[in-house]
């Protein structure tokens, strides 16, 4: 595969295995190095919705507050492309932690949402306003970027600008900011034995509803567990669910 200049060199005698998991237009593959350590690679093409530089700019951020996540090691831009070099964070995400129950998935979830929720929202620069998220989502609209062969069972067969006359039509009347986490599916969390040990693919961080995180979580706890430990994810987080937010902003995620 290809590798920037500046890194060719060094990885010559490295395993990279390309990853699999993700829905992201980016490429990710593992480095072994020679040393024994596990890097990661992520790559993505440079456009006007690229992501990978604001996931930069997210995980120095990450790394300046010593939030648990993946350790930015360099960044480059070769080939029309966005280049980023990161730590491995050590385990497996909750979503392939087979050897946890669902009660221990739920406590380790809702607790690294609440941590990262409680971070002041005046020390986060990054913007994930509920204005930015649609005109974002518009301009996906625009551009022709949204799958709408992936979307929700209950909307698949409709359009786009269709469904974001819905997203439009539905809009939250309260909001809780904080530091959210913006993709908080469970393959986001990654953790050793029964211990947290970070967030990964954090391109969409910033200040935004706790829903945000909260819808996301609870569709990927129906997925993942079952509907049945839904209730148990939001009592373990210390909130009633919001079932109009929670609806919204899964609906927001089908332009992303």
């Known amino acids: 595969m290809y590798i920037p200049a500046q890194w060719s060199q060094i990885f010559t005698a490295s395993p990279i295995e390309r990853q699999s998991v993700g829905e992201s237009g980016a490429e990710v593959s593992r480095i072994c190095n020679t040393n024994g350590e596990h890097l990661f690679l992520k790559s993505e093409p440079i456009g006007a919705h690229s992501e990978l530089p604001q996931e930069i700019e997210r995980l120095r951020w990450m790394n ?19 280049w980023l070099l990161m730590s491995a964070v050590p385990g497996q995400d909750l979503a392939s932690a087979n050897s946890l129950s669902a009660p221990q998935v739920i406590s380790i979830l809702a607790k690294a949402l609440r941590t990262l929720h409680q971070v002041p929202t005046e020390t986060c620069p990054f913007d994930h306003s509920l204005e930015q998220r649609i005109e974002a989502a518009w301009s996906r609209v625009r551009a022709g970027l949204v799958d709408e062969t992936d979307f929700d069972d209950e909307r698949l067969g409709r359009t786009a600008e269709d469904v974001f006359a819905e997203l439009l039509s539905t809009l939250p009347e309260t909001y809780d900011l904080a530091v959210t986490h913006g993709d908080a599916c469970l393959p986001n969390f990654m953790v050793e034995a029964s211990r947290f040990t970070g967030y990964i693919d954090c391109g969409r961080l910033g200040i935004s509803d706790i829903y945000q995180d909260l819808a996301l979580a609870a569709r990927s706890i129906e997925s993942n567990l079952g509907p049945a430990w839904v209730a148990p994810f939001f009592r373990e987080y210390g909130v009633e669910p919001d079932q109009q937010r929670i609806a919204f902003y899964c609906l927001l995620d089908e332009f992303y």
């Open 64 to 82: 300046r507050l010593d939030l648990p996540g993946p350790t930015v090691l360099e960044a480059t831009t070769e080939n029309d492309r966005h």
